[in-house]
């Protein structure tokens, strides 16, 4: 394990020097205020912005018949009929969710553009809205005339003989509806930006978009414009968690109003309420008619089940869900006969978007259900269960073709029960159950899928330009013999500058504070691919093997040029630092020469060099494609996923009788990220998934009545995790290096998902003696007391036993 490492990002941001979008505050800036529906279905018979038009400060209104005049929807990913779906930034002539934009006011403040929204007058025709996938499918409401159906998605995932190892089987569990909630991230910054549409026809923005290269694609075509003709910056951004991939929908109406205004700057800086009702949710899914087939001593041989996924009013970046969560097929387990049938629709709900451990998370926490539940119906500890079915050879292919690259699940398990104090807390558990107390104890493993193929994506949709993957880095020797680094990703707090500075100090043999690595990111200045991003777990893998390879490159133009330079042979030269700073030197000598001078011989004295030096440049780029091919798509076969990290963890619950909180007693968080590179941003990365988790598991749901109004649209209804109630959190890692990688790093972002499935098997195991199934992966007091209120097990599980 690497010692630990000063991050370079925290001199600004500890300093409060920090750029984030919302800090930009200069004179002559106007600000954008978006009016959003009251209602979640209805149509808009009529707008009259004129008394906005009329307030002193206010420069201009935009309503969604203007925004259709002046940009195309958004491409789709779906395949037809759903590809037919038409997108705009505003909605034109019909809301589909409550708080979608129907217009804007751009004014000389905040307070007077908020002013202007509220005069505007809009006339509404309310419709009957749809608020759940089993009604959206009966189409009798369909939310797009132009798809001519709710249905996005539908298919059939089948591998191995389902049928055969059902007649095989010596008990047949049938387990009824389970859901899993809606939720989403709460980053610290808010969706923002900052939109300028230039006299030379450009449009340059600055904001906190968390896939620019991919933002540039989408947005380029809907402005009408070239993509070189979108520049897009960020700076820093406080945090993303994939929902700040879909903020270019923001971004255009930006756009457009700088546009209207003559092209003055224009900022719009989205409150926090609006980022609750309209920003994005994680996907909510459902899973009916499961049927698993175990052996007497608790091995799961086969499972048949159908899933519905609802991804709100607009598909997106959808409907790539119903296919990312096959990465993780039969989660930690050596399963290799599955039926599922994969369904998605819209709903009129707030869009879905990708949310830390998109679609994975989902999949995952049902087939952990699927353990648990089984566990218990057949009196087999459940620890026991897992150790019983976990994969233990790799690298492991699942039965649809992904490559499990590395791991060691039973030492993670091992490794969280000694953290945790498993065998103290079945002492304390069948004391405590003896006095007729809900105490419990759960696990929950996680996997964690970095670097996708995009060629998954054309499973989905067959059409789709799509496949592979890349990441690039750009590393160049500048005059003042300082190693500048501009890479294809954009950070949204992962460390970036930390880890790629110390990598090429490594290379080259200096201290990091000898490279800079430009913060943030910029299509005008950065070298990027269409690949690149932060996103899927992927950093340690394709950006730093990006940043890998440039060093090569570097090094081996230094080499070139010191040999030159030195008349000796570039194996006798050795990077290090003199007394004049970075240099090369011949090994047992004191002949060197410094970065400096190298740098100059390039760029201002190269009139002394021969032509054997005329492509060195001091200047690379490097480009890291990962050795993918496109899946077979009518079998839903292929490797969709480079590295899978894992995540273990464990935990004790008590809830209370009286109140029905849960609180947890002990939590144990155990990672196998590979090759451990930089611990603090292992431990911040695996402290703050366990975070974003628990929260989701007992304080944060997005719920809606049934007229789709949403009622946890404030931190007053919906409750984020802080300090104050997070629990303490023992961690540890378990090392197995990927052999995929030239490092053996694997991802590590994508945590929040085992908190959610731990918890849900702790409070699973406490009432299991009461006759009662935990079918709902959201525990708050109240959730907890409208599901323990009777004894559900003969309605949700059945056992044919042969």
Known sequence: MSAPLKRKEDERLVRGQGLFTDDVNEAGLLHLYILRSPYAHARVLHIDTSAADALPGVICTLTGSEIAELCDPYMQIAPPPAANIQDYPMAVDRVRYQGEPVAAVVAETPAIAMDGGQLIDVDYEPLDPVMDVATALEDKVVLHESAGTNRTWHGVFDYGDVDQAFADADHVIRIGPLHFHRFSSTPLETSACVAEWTRHGSVEFLCNNSFPGFAQQLLAPALRLRTDQLRIRTYDVGGSF??????????????????????????????????????????????????????????????RSRHFDDCGAYTRYEPLGCIIWAQVLPATYRLRNIHIEFTQAVTNKCPVVPNRGYSRMQHIWFMERVVDICAHTLGIPHDQMRLKNYIEEFPYETPNGCVYDSGNYPAMLQKAKELIGWDDWKQKQAAARAEGRWLGMGIGATIDSGTNNFGQARIINPELPFSGNSEVCAMRLDFDGVVVVSLGTGPSGQSHETAASALVAKELNIDPGMVHVRPGFDTAWNTFVGHSGTYASQFAVTGLTAVHGACQKLKAEMRQLAAFVLEAAEEDLEFGVGAEGPELKVKGTSRSVNYWTLSNLVNNNNAVLDESLADVTLNVRNVYRPDFRIPDLDRKFGNLTLTYAALLHAVVIEIDKQTYRPKILAYAAVDDCGK??????????????????????????????????????????YCPITALNMPEVRHANVESPSPFTYNGAKGMGESAGAPLHAITGAIQDAVYGDGIVITDSYHSPPALHRLLQERNYDQVVSVESR
């Open 676 to 717: 451990v590179l930089y611990p603090q941003i292992v431990a911040g990365q695996a402290l703050g998934g366990a975070a974003h988790g628990i929260g989701a598991a007992i304080m944060e749901s997005f719920d809606y009545d049934a007229d789709g109004n949403l009622l946890t649209a404030t931190f007053s209804d």
């Open 242 to 303: 994939g929902n700040k991939i879909w903020n270019y929908l923001y971004m255009a109406i930006a756009a457009l109003a700088s546009r209207k205004t003559g092209g003055r700057r224009v900022k719009w800086s989205e409150t926090r309420t609006e980022h609750l009702l309209a920003s994005g949710h994680g996907n909510e899914r459902t899973f009916l008619d499961t049927e698993v087939a175990v052996t007497r001593d608790g091995l799961i041989t086969a499972i």
